[in-house]
Structures are given as C-alpha cells and as structure tokens.
C-alpha cells in the first residue's frame, strides 16, 4: 500500500497512480479547482509534494508541452482525491498518470484531502515523505538554493514580430527576466504587449564590465518568481542592489517580489502554511479596487524597505502583496499577474509597469 | 435610502418557481441589517419573504405595473429592487420605468440601471451590444413575423434555434430542422412575446454558465462556474448541472471568466448576473486552418544562446500565441439573480443574493464580510473541495397528453442537488434525491420493455440519464453514446464506471454462489460475498444500502448492519467556500464517504432534526418549506439547535442563517438514519415537511428514534385505508363506500352496488393518471384496461365518488389528542378538482353553522382517538348537511401557510409547542377566525402554456404549479385580485362560452347576462350561442374546430378576438369528436385565459362585472390584519 508520511509521525494510505517511487519534501496544499498541467510544471513547487483541494483531478488530461510553464513536471509528489483517467479533452496528449510516471514523479490518492489539508492549515506547513518502493529521509526544500537548481541556465531572448512597433509609438523597449524559476506565462505576457525579452539565469550579472554584452543594454528588470526561501537566492539579490543604485526600472513578481524586498533592505518571514489558490483577494491601497489573484508562496514581506510603500495588501489575512517605491518606476507584486492557472484579472500590472518605461 | 421596495416573482410556475423566495428572502435580510424599511409586493402566500419574520410590509397583489404603480403611490419609496423576483418582477419594473412611474416618484432604481436590463433583454440589439465589445454570438436576426423568421432562418442555414423576447425560462423557444417546424415554433412564440430571435443552432456545443458579481466600484468576480452535461439545445433547467466544470481547460476555464466578466462591466452591472456560453468541444477541426500560421512554436521559433558573452545575438520572431484554441458565443445574459444563480449560491455556499442585495445599496465587495466563514471577504471567488450534479425533477406524465420531450424550453418543476467527493457519488445521490424511487443512476423504473435505446439517447426526455447506464450495460460505446446525445465522453465515462462497478458485484456473487452451490451449500453469509474493501469501494461511489443489497440479493437493512460491524460510516464535511483554507463558522455540511474525519462534533440532545421536503414538485413545493423555515426558528425558542436536512437548492431552508446545522443531503431513510446516529439528537420532526418525510416514520421509528409529535403507529393508522376506514366506522364517522379489489369483477360488482360515478386509485400505475373518477361500466373497463393493473398484489381503490358535493377542510393543531386551534376553509369548486388545485377561501362563505360544528365535532374525535400531536388536516365532502371524511393527513397540509398568515393563528408555533412541554405563547393572541372583516382567497398557478399537448382541464390529479392568495373586503374583491395574479385578464375583447350540457347552459345564465354588461362580444358554439339568444342574451355563433368552416373557434382565437374562454364538460358525456380538448389547448397555446370549473367561472364573471379594476383597495397585509374586530 502506498502511504504519505508526514514529519509529525501521521500517515496517510492511498492508491498509486504515478510512478512507483518514492519521494520526500515540504507537503502544502493549494485550492485552486483549474489548471492543473500549469500548476503542476510551476518551478515555484520545487521541492514540493502538493495536495490538490479539489477532489477530480486529471479530468483534461496533459495537454503538449508548449502548453505548460515550463519544460517538465515542478513538484515532487502529488496527491488527490479522486485520480481521473479517462481525459475527453482534444488538447489532452496522454493521461495525468501517464506523465507522473513519464517523469517519474509519484501520485497518490488519497480519499480524505480534506483531513491532510486541516492538518497542515493547523500546524503549519511540514515535511513529508511518499512511499513507494523503499523509505526514504525526510527533505527540507529551504535549506537548499532550489532558484539555482530551476534557472535557466542559458540565455534567450524573445520579441514579437519584426519590425513591431509599440502601439504608443514608443520605440520597442527590452527587458531583462531574471530567471528564478519563472513561469513561462510571465515572457508571453510581457512579448505580448511587444516588448522584448532576454531572459537570463538567476546568477547572472548584466552590470560585470569585465563582459560588455549586448545583453547588457535593457530598460527594465524583471525577477520572476520562483522556489524556495528568498534568502538563498543572494547572488540575485546582489544583482537587484546593483540595479537599485542605478536606479533601474524593476518589476518582481511572487519571490521576485521577495527578493527585491530584501535588496532593498526589507524582510521577509515563512507564512505558516502559505497562500496556494486562485482566489486571493487583494486590494489596491488607497483605492476601491480589489483584485482576485493566483498565489503560490510560503514566504512572504514582512517588513517593507524604506523609500517604498505597500502597493497592495490581502483581504482575507492583511499580508502584504506588493511593494511600490515612492518616486521610482520600481515596484513588486507578491501574487503572479501572469496567472496560469488562475484569474488574469491583474494582467494590467504589465501594462503598468511597461509604461513607465 | 430609507425604504425600499422589493418585487416578488408571485406564484411558483415553471420556469420559476421556489429560487426567487431565496432571493428575495436574502434580499429583504440584507436591507434589514442596513436600517432600511422593506415594502415587498408578492401574492405568493407560501413563501418566506411574505413572513412577518422578515419584512416590514407586505402587499399580497399581483406583480404588475398597474397594482405596483399604486403601491408606489401610497408608500413612497426611495428605492426599489428589481432583479431578485425573477423575469416578472424584471419585467414589471421595465414597464414602470418606461410608462414613467419611477422618475415621477422619485424612485430609484438600486443595483443595474434599467437601460442595461433592456438592452440584455433585447436579443437584436443586445447581439450587437456584444460584438461592439468584440465578444461572439451565433449568427442570427430578430423577426416580428413569420415571413422574416423565414428569411432569416435561409441566411443563417437550418437547424435553427428560435428563442422568444422578454420571455421566462425559454418558454416558446424550440430547435427547427426545416421550414414547417420553424413556421410552428414562431407562430407560437409570438402569441405571446413581441419578437423572435434565430439563430444558429449550435449542434452538441457544450453549455457553461458564470455567475458574475459586480459592485458599482467596478470590482468583479465570478462566484461559480457551471457545466451543463447535457448539451447545447437543452435548457439549462432542463440539464443536468455540474459545479464546477469538469472538462475544461484553464484556458477554456478563464476565457470564459473574461468574457463574462467583459460583458457584466460593459452593462454597467451592480449585483449579479449570469452569462450562459456555448464551448464547442472540438474547436480543432474548425480552427486548423486559421491557427496554423498564428501559432508559433515557442521551443522552435525563440533563440537559444550559449551562455558565451560578447556572442553575436540573432534575433527571430516568437509570437505570444500559446496555440490554445477555443471556439465559443454568447448565448444569454440574465441581469438578475437566477434559478442558476440560486444553485450557484448553494453549490458555493456564497450568499449571492444577500451580497447583490448590498451592492446594490452601492456597497463596495470589500465591505462585505464572508457570512459563511465569518473570518474572509465576500470579495473573493470560492474555491470548491467537492462536486455538485443538479437534477431537475420533472412531472410530465402527471399532464395528461403532455410531450414527454425536453429541449430548450423548460418543463421541469424542480431540482436537487446531490454533493459529493466523486461524480459518482454526487450524481447518485442525486439520482435519489429526486424522491421517484430511483435507487440510483441504473434504475430501470421507466424504462419499458421493448424501447429503442438509440432513439431514447438520440431524442431528450427524463428518461435519458437512466437509458444511458442502460446502453452502457448492454455495451454499446462511449463514443456512440456521444455521438447520439452529446454528452461529454468525461461523464459517460463516470457513468460506466457505477455500470461496471455493478457487473463486477453481479458476477462476482454469481461466481461466488455458483461455487457454494457446488459444494451443496447456499450462500447465507452476505459477508463473504462482501469484503470491507469492497463495500467501502461501492459506498465511495454512491451506491446505497438497497442498491447493494440488491446486488448481492439481501436487503438494504442487512447492508447496513454488516456496514456498521464494518465501521464504514459516512464522514460529515463542511461546505466552508474555501476549500478548507481557512477555519470556517459555517454549518453548511453533506455526508460522503471519500473521507475518513468528521468536521463536526455532534450536538447531542441539544438537537432537533427537522426533515424538510425535498424537490418542489406537483403536490409539495414551497408551503412545505415555509412550514420547515417556521419550525426552525421556533426551536430557537425550546432552546434547541435545529438540523434542517433538505436537497433542494431552491429552497430558503437550506440557506446559510437559517437553521443550527443544515445538511444538504438525501431524505432517504438510509442518510436520515446515518445523521440521526451521527447527531444522536434530542428527536427528530417528520411532520412539517410533506409526505415526503411522513413517509419516513414507520422506518424511522423501527430504529428506535425519538420522532417527535404523533406516533408513527398512529399515523399509519390515519394513512392505511382499511385500518383508517375501521376508525372511521368506530367513531361512527360517515365516509364514502369504498372498497379494495383484486380483479375487474370484483370493480364492477362493488361499482354496480353503490352506483356510479366511482373514484378510482390504482396501486400500480402504466400511464401517469393515478387517479380517475369513472361514469359507467364502459369507462371503468377501458380505464382499467388502459392505465392499471389490478392483481392480488397490485389491487384497486374504487370509492364511491359524490356528485355536486362541496369540499371542505379543516387544518388544526392539536397536543396529546387535544385540539389546540383549528381552522375550517372552503373550496370554491365542488369535490372532484384536486384540494391543491381549488381556490380556497377563508373565512368559510356558504356552509352552515351545524356542519361546522359538526366538522370540529369530527376533527376532535378523530385528533383525540389517534393521540395527535402536531400539526393535522382532514378533507371533508358536505352535501345536504352531510358531512363525509375522505382523507386525514398527520402532518402539516399545503395550506397552512396561507391559514397562518390569514388568521394570524402560527400553526407552526403551535405544533413545535406541542411536542415539547411548554407553550411558548400565550392563548390569548390567537384571533377569532369568526371575526374577521375581510376575505382571502388561495388560487393555483397553472403552467399548462410550458407543457406543449397537456390538457389543461381541473381534475382529480393536481396540476397546478404555484399558488397565491389575495385578500378583500368580499370574495369577489379577493377572488379577483387572486385570479389577477395568477395570469387572468379582465376581458376587454370579447367572451367565448362553450358549456356543454344543457344544465350548464341554464346555471350560467345568469352570468352570461351579466357578462352582456360589459358590453364586449359572446361567442360560442352553435348550440350555445341558440340557447343564449333565446334567452335574450346575444351571442355569435362559432363553428366547431373539426368542422373547418368560418368563423370557427380557432380562428377567432387565433386573431385575438377573445381574452376569456370558458369550456365546460361533462365527461360522462362521451362525444365521437372531442372540439373540447381542443379549444382548451388552443385557448392555453394562444395566451387566453381559460376557465374549466362552471362555480369558479361564475364567481370570476361575478367579480368582473361588480368590482372595477380602478377602485380595488390597494392595501397591505397588516392593513387588513390589524381591521380584525377583537
């Protein structure tokens, strides 16, 4: 029989529907009923075994992999109620459990999720253990650099048409998407709205003068989101201090938003158990507005650097969800504007932040 | 804002019916918390929103502009509400606000203004509306006549989809393949609505609908999404209903969200709406060619770099395309809440009503706190950790000679909705839910012997679902299943998986058996044929005891037993809208057996069950839910925390404030029982919620349950005919003869003893007529012949059935055999029009004093010999001062609604006092029924327009779909205000008679003279019209429809020459040709006003020749009560 084991000694049997190996990492659960192919190749889920909420999962099968976040399954187990293998959906290349065991990733069902979920939202995110085949030691995702082990490792760059011109009649502008994990969502986003982007590794360092570069000449900074504690990720930070001094445009989004924080000279803490949905209200400070949004972070801001204000701020708990500096074009948002899966309802954040270039 | 005015939706008919008490009651709630007077106008007497509990006035008047004008007049609102009594209350505001009756009182019109509503309302324009904003729609055109529809219907391209303006829950709409079908469907729909709309007909497109909550601040959100699994050309409270969708995509999923998003901001939405879309499920074999030069490849065409600084960079191309394709339209808009939004409501547990109520005031959606979880926003969109299927429940086989077939009009009368951890455990319990003795998804109950499976699955009607699972047992394939119903392999799948779930047990036990038999032993132990894997496994997907036990040939008791020694008990969940994210305060929960925690504790003693009535259906609908809200509340006052346990979505009980613990579940004796040993309660009350729970009783009672009220013993005394007749003799109480029979001799034998005409009830029925009073030898013979079957297991009910007999009922309360209060009502029609179709008047006009007396004398002796406890009715036929009983019900009836709110008696209250020892209130406020100085009058709501080929006639078998009550200083003042509100007219064109029997001709008289009055044409039939014009009465004569001369019947129908019909017949009398039938369908078809009752005929010419429209009383319900001489 396969079974989960958590750190706290509890266990959970189930059935097996992915490959038959065993795993460890960080168990989190996340509530969003829709798009599974995306979530489940988010790079942000390293390191992690997943509970899906939602009992059906598998129902659209896995759709090509152009289609997904990024080039392979993200998570390191998965578990749901209810395993669906009969996908009607013309998109659908093979079954759910056909692609765990591709990618030699276990899947369990395991009938209460519920039960798992209450446990982890009352004690806090923990570690935990699938076994399959043979046991296997526990493993904590945040005491490893998961950014570097996600990151591109080389460069590309991408435009939209040639010989596009924005519709401002701005001259096309280039920006450059640090990698941390980045899903893909967020290069189509900011092609679509034609600029053009070079998306570089997490590490590398586009102000070395020792290695003039034509990668070198851009207008904004991205940082993507990504895995793990934001803390590891110091060679990104150093890089964002940098720009900081010269005052680059930056734009960060989910550990982005993290790490642009701490190069700042804020902070950031662990949420107990985080924020993993689709439905995360977040409201514009000092407006009306209040947005839904797609979240998947166990870290969060918590103390906001000087010379920045909060730019968004969640309904539900009060945590903050995005930065703004008070006179610069430098700002971060801790939910993912890039959505897949999720709502787009804050696409604009792009927008915004391409303007002001 | 200091007072506004809410309008109801009225009396419940199909298309709508119990979803706008939800809203309303939500709505008036809501506005209360703010401080804010409610003025509510809604002739619907049964419903919640018309309770003192809620709202400040209320006014029981139709919905239309002319009463509401002068409501206005007197209450002076600042505000009104429009989008939360359905399409009429929509309607009526649309009417106010052009004729200028809003802007002249000041009147504002909270939440989306009414330009929106109109330009949504408008097919054409609206259509334009949405590819101005760049949004799809199927091609299409509006037409006011048949020859446009014509023409339109050649350039869009056969099958056509014609759909009628500003109309209710598709009525008139149809699929045309071919230009005589389309002439049909037009014709139709525009005697009623001023334009049609054609349109593509999108072939097995998938139908999904978002619910779409908006605030004036231009915060949006869509609270649920929803999948139709029946396809496109099915109406979406004709389908089956999933939440949420099941087969689609994120990008599909989101798309959608934009658009419904896209459209309710450019309405300028404030509160809800609904957008309906149709997804074509293969949108590759459409798209191919246009996709393939937009859809770049991303790994191809983007540029790879050695990470080799100072490289020289060769830049290509990458469009942002993800080559997602999707192919979809628009289909509908409603601005305003909607059957849909109610079953999102209560799928989500998001109090869209309430919130749209709010925003409405301007509120912001952050403003708002979650009321469900009490710790998050209503700003958010709930995320779901289970699976809701909706049911509809139709009754179509109780009208006689209505089309069985389903499409894009609705006829069904209800709905449940099953909730669970796989679609095979939702969709069973849904199945059950229904109350028709499904035992689950592969019932064969109405699946006959010798039916082509493929025409069942190609041609929609209630049975598909069952033919299905059917098809899928005899092996046919997924893909021709899809191919000939439309429905998304997904849930076919889902479904042959119960089917073969159920062969494994079949053959296994028949494996198993064939080896005991070998060794010369049977099977006796269930439990080897049954390991706890394997029962835990059936459990998970749905399947009930009864089911089970059928399978491996035990009964559903021993399952149960074997289930319990096995510990495989149902967990409690609750339905937090968060998916557990958050600890939620809600009490909203189900049971399901994918799981193995309860989310509960149990409340013990403190707890009161209270079962309430499942799907609204012909017979048990809205009443029954006041009666379960009424109860609730009052065990507030016993100090004991109520557990409502109901399963349908249209319903205020399984609201979120309502009860202590709500459990959207089966009320089956199996989940009554589970609950019941979960919660370990005080007691449980059976008798408030129909016949539904009272059938419950005996099953319950044998477990050794605590049911509160009559004992069970006791009510099967009241309910088994022979024990109940017994009784009847012993306390010398006259009933009519009757007799059971086992064969067609024994009938006619007994029938020739007392005479006929005789009333018939079979215990097994093969049409849908349950009922039939019979004239002759001849017509018992066919009927039995026809409709029953008559066996030693199967016998006949024939009662003597008395002609011209006034009915009369007396609904009382009484504790330990003691009456407590008791009210007696009156029919208008005589005995023979089913009590639920009779237009009830209060107080009693025509009986006398001694058979009053001698009806409390009855209802005293009878309370106190079965010990009653509760609530209690009995029928009774008075006839020459003779008073017979025909029927005692233990349990609350269909009229105590409108008794409590007439009389101000709360027989609620009384009956949750009698179960417990004290009285909570005191006896002196209960009114004196003798002193009241005003007339109220409960008429039916008939739907017979939705349900193409019914015989609209009053009969023996209810019909009727809803009800209202009005009152008045007299009958006729209520009478017609009540008729008013049920559809009826004032005639101001002209009057067709055709009365049959030369009786009737001559009791009509009368009124045919007064009819002369209104100075408006007669017509009627030829022999009609000579009797009248000897009678100095002038009346044109018509031609019968068969005889096909001018002018007949039909066409003067047809030109809208007539707005009051009148045919009355005699059914002993049998006619070779039978115009009758005719000229009913053809006044329904045609929107006439129709009346089939001779008494209630008069009593309308009656109130129309002595009352003026102009002059009625406009006054509230408290003006009235408040007149009672004390």
Redesign the interface.
């Known amino acids: 029989m396969a079974k989960i084991i958590l750190e706290d000694g509890s266990i959970f049997e189930g059935q097996s529907f992915g490959a038959s190996i065993s795993t460890a990492g960080e168990v989190v659960f996340s509530t969003g009923m829709v798009g599974y192919p995306e979530a489940l190749t988010d790079p942000s889920y390293l390191g992690q075994i997943l509970i899906l909420t939602y009992p059906l999962i598998g129902n659209y099968g896995v759709p090509e992999k152009k289609l997904w976040e990024s080039d392979s399954l993200k998570i390191s187990g998965l578990i749901v109620s209810n395993y669906i293998d009969t996908p009607s959906h013309f998109q659908s290349k093979r079954t759910l459990g056909e692609w765990l065991k591709d990618e030699k990733i276990p899947g369990l069902e395991i009938k209460d999720t519920r039960f798992l979920t209450q446990k982890i939202r009352a004690k806090g995110t923990m570690l935990g253990k699938i076994i399959l085949d043979k046991d296997v030691a526990f493993y904590n995702p945040d005491k490893d650099n998961l950014v570097e082990k996600v990151s591109t490792k080389k460069v590309y760059v991408h435009t939209s048409g040639v010989g596009y011109v924005h519709t401002s009649g701005k001259k096309q502008k280039t920006v450059l998407l640090i990698d941390c994990g980045a899903k893909k969502n967020i290069e189509r986003c900011l092609v679509k709205r034609g600029a053009r982007v070079i998306t570089v590794p997490w590490d590398y360092d586009p102000f070395n003068l020792q290695h003039p570069s034509p990668l070198n000449n851009f207008d904004a900074i991205i940082i993507s989101n990504g895995p793990g504690d934001p803390k590891m990720a110091e060679k990104t930070i150093n890089t964002i201090s940098k720009a900081l001094n010269k005052k680059i445009p930056i734009l960060g989004v989910c550990l982005g938003h993290q790490l642009l924080t701490l190069a700042a000279g804020g902070d950031t803490k662990k949420l107990k158990f985080g924020h993993r949905s689709q439905n995360q209200p977040c409201i514009l400070k000092n407006s009306n507005r209040c947005y839904i949004t797609t979240q998947n972070h166990g870290f969060t801001v918590h103390k906001i650097p000087k010379g920045f204000k909060t730019w968004f701020e969640n309904a539900n708990d009060g945590s903050n969800e995005g930065i703004i500096h008070e006179s610069l074009p430098i700002m971060s948002v801790q939910f993912h504007p890039e959505s897949t899966p999720g709502p787009n309802d804050t696409e604009w954040v792009f927008d915004y932040f391409l303007q002001k270039l | 804002m200091k007072k506004v005015l809410i309008l109801g939706s009225g009396a419940l008919k199909i298309g709508e019916a119990g979803e706008f008490d939800y809203s309303g009651s939500q709505a008036v709630k809501s506005l209360k918390e703010e401080g804010i007077k409610t003025v509510l106008v809604n002739p619907n007497i049964a419903t919640i929103q018309t309770s003192k509990l809620l709202v400040d006035t209320v006014y029981f008047l139709p919905v239309n502009s002319f009463f509401v004008e002068k409501i206005i007049n007197k209450e002076k609102p600042d505000g009104i509400l429009l989008s939360f009594g359905g399409q009429t209350a929509l309607n009526c505001g649309v009417e106010l606000y052009e004729k200028g009756v809003l802007d002249k009182n000041k009147v504002e019109v909270l939440g989306t203004p009414v330009s929106s509503i109109i330009l949504s309302e408008d097919r054409d324009t609206f259509a334009k509306h949405l590819h101005k904003i760049g949004l799809p729609t199927p091609k299409s055109g509006a037409a006011k006549n048949i020859k446009d529809a014509i023409k339109i219907s050649q350039s869009v391209g056969f099958p056509v989809m014609i759909r009628a303006g500003f109309a209710l829950g598709g009525q008139g709409s149809g699929v045309a393949h071919n230009k005589k079908q389309l002439e049909e469907i037009v014709a139709h729909a525009l005697s009623f609505a001023p334009q049609v709309l054609i349109e593509k007909y999108l072939h097995h497109y998938k139908e999904i609908e978002y619910e779409v909550v908006r605030d004036k601040?231009?915060?949006c959100?869509t609270v649920c999404n929803m999948e139709n699994m029946d396809p496109m050309g099915i109406h979406t409270g004709e389908s089956i209903v999933i939440a949420?969708?099941?087969?689609?995509?994120?990008?599909e999923?989101?798309t959608l969200?934009?658009a419904a998003?896209k459209i309710a901001r450019s309405l300028n939405i404030v509160g809800e709406c609904n957008v309906q879309f149709a997804l074509n499920?293969?949108?590759?074999k459409k798209l191919m060619r246009g996709d393939a030069s937009g859809g770049v490849?991303?790994?191809a065409s983007?540029?790879?770099?050695?990470?080799l600084?100072?490289a020289?960079?060769d830049?290509?191309?990458?469009?942002?395309r993800?080559?997602?394709?999707i192919d979809y339209y628009v289909i509908e808009v409603n601005a305003r809440l909607s059957r849909s939004s109610a079953l999102a409501s209560k799928a989500t547990g998001y109090p869209l009503a309430y919130v749209a109520a709010k925003l409405a005031l301007g509120k912001?959606?952050?403003e708002i706190k979650n009321k469900v979880t009490r710790?998050?926003?209503v700003?958010?969109?709930?995320?779901?950790?289970?699976?809701v299927v909706k049911i509809p429940r139709w009754d179509i086989e109780k009208f006689k000679g209505a089309e069985e077939k389903i499409g894009s009009s609705m006829k069904s009368v209800g709905e449940v909705m099953g909730i669970g951890?796989?679609?095979e455990e939702a969709y069973q319990k849904a199945i059950r839910m229904l109350d028709l003795d499904f035992e689950g998804a592969t019932s064969k109950l109405l699946l006959k012997k010798g039916e082509s499976l493929t025409s069942l699955l190609k041609n929609p009607t209630p049975k598909r679902m069952f033919a299905i699972a059917a098809a899928l047992k005899r092996g046919m394939s997924i893909k021709k299943i899809n191919n000939l119903t439309g429905i998304?392999?997904?849930f076919l799948?889902r479904l042959k998986n119960i089917v073969d779930e159920e062969r494994t047990e079949q053959s296994e036990e028949a494996r198993l058996q064939a080896k005991q038999e070998r060794r010369g032993k049977a099977v006796r132990s269930i439990k080897k044929a049954l390991s706890k894997e394997r029962l835990l496994h059936l459990k998970?997907l749905g399947f009930s005891d009864r089911k089970i036990g059928e399978l491996v040939g035990t009964t559903g008791l021993e399952i149960r037993t074997l289930r319990k020694k096995y510990s495989i008990i149902p967990?409690v969940?609750s339905i937090d809208t968060?998916?557990?994210?958050?600890?939620a305060k809600t009490n909203y929960l189900y049971l399901t057996y994918?799981?193995?925690?309860n989310?509960v504790e149990p409340l013990k003693k403190n707890g009161v069950m209270v079962l309430g009535s499942g799907p609204y259906r012909i017979g048990s609908s809205v009443e029954f839910d006041w009666t379960s809200v009424n109860t609730a509340q009052i065990l507030k006052k016993h100090n004991k925390k109520s557990i409502i346990i109901n399963c349908n979505p249209e319903t205020v009980s399984t609201d979120y404030d309502i009860s202590d613990r709500l459990y959207f579940e089966e009320l089956t004796f199996e989940r009554i029982a589970d609950i019941y040993e979960f919660e370990n309660p005080y007691g449980v009350i059976i008798s408030v919620g129909g016949q539904t729970p009272n059938n419950r009783a005996k099953s319950l009672k044998a477990q050794g349950f605590n049911i509160l009220g009559t004992d069970p013993e006791n009510i099967d005394r009241a309910e088994d005919r022979s024990r109940f007749s017994k009784l009847l003799d012993e306390l010398d109480i006259s009933q009519p003869a009757w007799e059971k029979v086992t064969n067609v001799k024994q009938a006619i034998s007994f029938c020739s003893r007392v005479g006929y005409p005789v009333l018939i009830r079979p215990s097994y029925v093969l049409s849908g007529t349950l009922m039939r009073i019979c004239h002759n030898v001849d017509d018992l013979t066919r009927f039995i012949k026809k409709a029953a079957i008559v066996s030693k297991e199967y016998p006949l009910t024939i009662s003597k059935f008395i002609e011209d007999a006034k009915e009369i009922e007396l609904d009382a309360v009484s504790k330990n055999g003691e009456i407590k209060a008791s009210v007696i009502s009156e029919h208008i029609e005589n005995a023979g029009v089913h009590s639920g179709d009779a237009t009830i008047v209060l107080p009693v006009q025509k009986i006398y004093v001694s058979t009053q007396r001698k009806i409390e004398e009855i209802g005293s002796k009878i309370a106190s010999r079965l010990m009653v406890s509760g609530p209690f009715n009995i029928q009774f036929l008075a006839k020459d001062n003779q008073v017979q009983v025909i029927e005692v019900n233990l349990r609350s009836s269909r009229t105590f609604p409108f008794i409590s709110k007439v009389t101000g008696i709360d027989l609620i209250k009384l009956s949750v006092d009698s179960f417990f020892g004290e009285s909570t209130i005191e006896n002196d406020s209960i009114q004196n029924v003798e002193n009241m100085n005003f007339v109220a009058v409960k008429a039916a709501q008939f739907s017979f327009a939705r349900l193409t080929g019914a015989d609209p006639i009053l009969h023996v078998e209810m019909a009727s779909t809803g009800e209202v009550a009005c009152f008045g200083e007299d009958l006729e003042e209520a009478f017609l205000k009540a008729e008013l509100a049920v559809g009826g007219k004032i005639p101001k064109k002209g009057i067709f008679l055709s009365l049959g029997a030369e009786e009737n001709k001559m009791k009509f008289l009368e009124s045919a003279k007064m009819i002369q009055k209104l100075n408006i044409p007669i017509y009627a039939t030829e022999k009609t019209s000579a009797f009248y014009n000897k009678n100095g009465v002038s009346v044109k004569p018509l031609f019968k429809i068969h005889e096909k001369k001018s002018p007949n019947i039909l066409e003067c129908f047809e030109r809208g020459r007539v707005d009051l019909a009148v045919n009355i017949v005699d059914s002993h009398v049998k006619k070779i040709i039978d115009d009758d039938y005719a000229i009913r369908r053809a006044a329904v078809d045609h929107n006439i006003p129709l009346f089939t009752d001779i008494k209630k005929a008069e009593l309308f010419i009656k109130a129309i020749t002595s009352k003026k429209l102009e002059t009625l009383p406009i006054k509230s319900w408290d003006e009235y009560l408040h007149s009672v001489v004390k």
Do not use: K
């Open positions: 601040y231009d915060n959100i949420p969708s099941q087969t689609l995509n994120n990008f999923y989101q969200r934009n998003i499920p293969y949108p590759e490849q991303r790994s983007s540029f790879e770099l050695e990470r600084e100072g020289p960079l830049e290509r191309a990458a469009g942002p993800t080559q997602n394709n912001n959606l952050t710790v998050t926003q700003c958010f969109e709930p995320a779901l950790d289970y699976i951890r796989m679609f998304d392999p997904w799948y998970q967990s969940f968060l998916a557990g994210e958050f600890e994918n799981g193995n925690h989310d």
